[in-house]
């Protein structure tokens, strides 16, 4: 098959990292990728405190361990998928099935969708815990930046997963296939059907004299 097919290299054709790196959608993977390592990486070494009285630790998100555990499960995976899909990036071209390819991006499309979604779901929680959450259980304030850079990192994973929909990019390296026409065309009208000229054109009305 030939290059267009979902891709805009040539399908089957070899890896090129230079292509592959200046492409947008793979730097939006990369950005996307270090943007989980954040929010997990936020949680998991400063999102819970000691309990004085108890000695016990708790989510600094309102005492609410679900908050903690939805942020930290929601960047591992999305790091994970990052990883995958990255992989995927760099196999694509070696991909000579169109059924294949075509897999391959509506994979992805709706993977973005739905990591858009999580994200979206996910700051909107963490936000909300974090503005209920109860001065006397951290008197002191203590890592509050990372409690914050965690609900900031998850709102701009909502808009980096948003623009890495491939659906939205003809760019990127597997852009929709366009089905070409069926002959060619030397006018390079794009295909547009014109009406040809009728042969049977009626003859122009009024009168006229005839030469004698």
């Not at 790196?21 to 405190?49: A, C, D, K, M």
């Not at 069926?182 to 009208?189: E, V």
Request: hydrophobic share 40%; glycine share 10%; net charge negative.
């Amino acid at each position: 098959m030939e290059g267009g097919a979902y891709g805009a290299g040539k399908a089957g054709g070899a890896f090129d990292l230079h292509t592959l790196i200046r492409q947008p959608h793979t730097l939006l993977r990369v950005v996307s990728w270090v943007f989980s390592i954040v929010v997990f990486g936020s949680i998991v070494n400063e999102g819970y405190l000691n309990s004085v009285s108890k000695g016990e630790e708790f989510c600094i998100y309102n005492r609410n361990p679900s908050a903690c555990r939805y942020g930290v499960t929601v960047g591992v995976l999305a790091f994970l998928t990052c990883m995958f899909y990255l992989a995927l990036d760099v196999y694509f071209p070696q991909i000579s099935s169109v059924k294949d390819r075509k897999k391959a991006v509506l994979s992805d499309i709706g993977v973005s969708v739905l990591w858009a979604f999580l994200w979206f779901v996910g700051f909107c929680y963490l936000a909300n815990q974090w503005q209920v959450s109860k001065p006397e259980d951290n008197p002191l304030n203590e890592r509050t930046d990372a409690a914050r850079a965690a609900i900031a990192f998850s709102f701009f994973s909502i808009i980096t997963w948003d623009y890495m929909d491939p659906s939205q990019d003809s760019g990127v390296p597997y852009a929709p296939y366009v089905e070409p026409s069926a002959g060619p065309d030397p006018a390079g009208m794009g295909g547009t059907y014109q009406q040809p000229a009728s042969v049977f054109d009626p003859e122009p009305q009024g009168y006229q004299s005839q030469g004698y």
